[in-house]
T-cell receptor, first 111, second 116 residues
Framework: GENVEQHPSTLSVQEGDSAVIKCTYS??????FPWYKQELGKRPQLIID?????GEKKDQRIAVTLNKTAKHFSLHITETQPEDSAVYFC??????????FGTGTRLKVLA | DAGITQSPRHKVTETGTPVTLRCHQT?????MYWYRQDPGHGLRLIHY???????DKGEVSDGYSVSRSKTEDFLLTLESATSSQTSVYFC???????????????FGPGTRLTVL
């Protein structure tokens, strides 16, 4: 079946440094790639998304890049802050309004 | 929050008992989903619905059934709960704006289910 691989599973960075999380997907028909942030005990919340007709999208300190040829996309967080500490999930659409999620990356921002 | 609530929020039950989780939304979204979240597995789709009485299986549907008799409610039933179904269950919707479904997905607050 289709799948989404996410790396790394854990990531520790110093406050102020950048963090990069990478995902690869298998369904060549995927066109929508959201990223979710989940704080401890909370629901996943959408932080940024990108569609296949765009190579990069930015929102303040967060950016997502997409390489459709290689079937991978990445989340970039610059100037990390302690409140960025959370679990981040990537996802890709697979069929009409169905989504497959990566296994998550636990990001720790060290003060 | 897209007007999504889940009930109960926590439940402890015994192996072999039936369990029903409820997802309720107030904004008339057409698509609704049930996921389970387990360490190391991320979010895995159990079942989803694309309209009243229209449902389909996800990647981990064995042991689960769903029903959607009204737009606002999507029920997940474990007919005979097993310990492997101990998990956090999230309901989600794909946002509909003026009748058009978008890709934007919002999650409910989750239900923590423990099967002893």
């Amino acid at each position: 079946g289709e799948n989404v691989e996410q790396h790394p599973s854990t990531l520790s960075v110093q406050e102020g440094d950048s963090a990069v999380i990478k995902c690869t997907y298998s369904d060549s028909a995927s066109n929508y790639f959201p990223w979710y942030k989940q704080e401890l005990g909370k629901r996943p919340q959408l932080i940024i998304d990108i569609r296949s007709n765009v190579g990069e999208k930015k929102d303040q300190r967060i950016a997502v890049t997409l390489n459709k040829t290689a079937k991978h996309f990445s989340l970039h967080i610059t100037e990390t802050q302690p409140e960025d500490s959370a679990v981040y999930f990537c996802a890709a659409d697979s069929g009409t309004y169905k989504y497959i999620f990566g296994t998550g990356t636990r990001l720790k921002v060290l003060a | 929050d897209a007007g999504i609530t889940q009930s109960p929020r926590h439940k402890v039950t015994e192996t072999g008992t039936p369990v029903t989780l409820r997802c309720h939304q107030t904004e008339n979204h057409r698509y609704m989903y049930w996921y389970r979240q387990d360490p190391g597995h991320g979010l895995r789709l159990i079942h989803y619905s694309y309209g009243v009485k229209d449902t389909d299986k996800g990647e981990v549907s064995d042991g689960y059934s769903v029903s959607r008799s009204k737009t606002e409610d999507f029920l997940l039933t474990l007919e005979s709960a097993t310990s492997s179904q101990t998990s956090v269950y999230f309901c989600a919707i794909s946002e509909s704006r003026t009748g058009v479904v978008t890709d934007t997905q919002y999650f409910g607050p989750g239900t923590r289910l423990t099967v002893l």
